[in-house]
């Protein structure tokens, strides 16, 4: 048994193009809080390095000063003793350096729930338009 459809073809375009604008300025509100909460996150994140570092090179200069004078007490020359604490610290700053690189990739910033989103509005839309081909056909 077939379906009769009393919209017409122009009634229906034109109540698709309404909700796909609408869609699409919701999906845009939705990207614009969904990449501000990232940067929100990134910038308090940023300002927590900043305060930590603030703190941390001072205790790590007399940590090292502290190194380099037990190493010198144990027999090893001013030198070397500087060479061991300053070549530790450097491994180690360097790996901490990298791994905060790593967490300030832009691809952290993009609104990725929304791409989703969009994603999968677009499958709904598919699978509507073919469901709507196949009862056109069917009729």
């Known amino acids: ?19 796909m604008a609408a869609l699409l300025r919701k999906e845009g509100q ?3 809080a969904e990449i501000s909460e990232n940067v929100g996150a990134v910038a308090s994140g940023l300002g927590f390095v900043v305060g930590g570092a603030v703190l941390l090179i001072p205790a790590l200069v007399i940590l090292l000063e502290t190194a380099v004078d037990a190493m010198v007490r144990g027999g ?9 604490a300053g070549c530790a610290a450097l491994v180690i700053g360097l790996a901490l350096f990298l791994v905060g690189i790593s967490r300030f990739r ?4 993009l609104p990725r729930r929304t791409f989703e989103q969009l994603q999968h509005d677009a499958e709904v839309a598919k699978q509507h338009m073919r469901q709507h081909d196949d009862a056109e056909r069917a009729a």
Do not use: F, N
């Not at 090893?76 to 061991?84: E, H, T």
């Not at 832009?106 to 910033?109: K, M, N, V």
């Open 1 to 19: 048994m077939a379906t009769v459809y009393s919209r017409s073809l122009a009634d229906i375009v034109t109540d698709l193009v309404a909700q």
């Open 30 to 32: 939705l990207a614009r």
């Open 76 to 84: 090893l020359s001013v030198l070397a003793a500087g060479l061991i």
């Open 106 to 109: 832009a691809e952290r910033l």
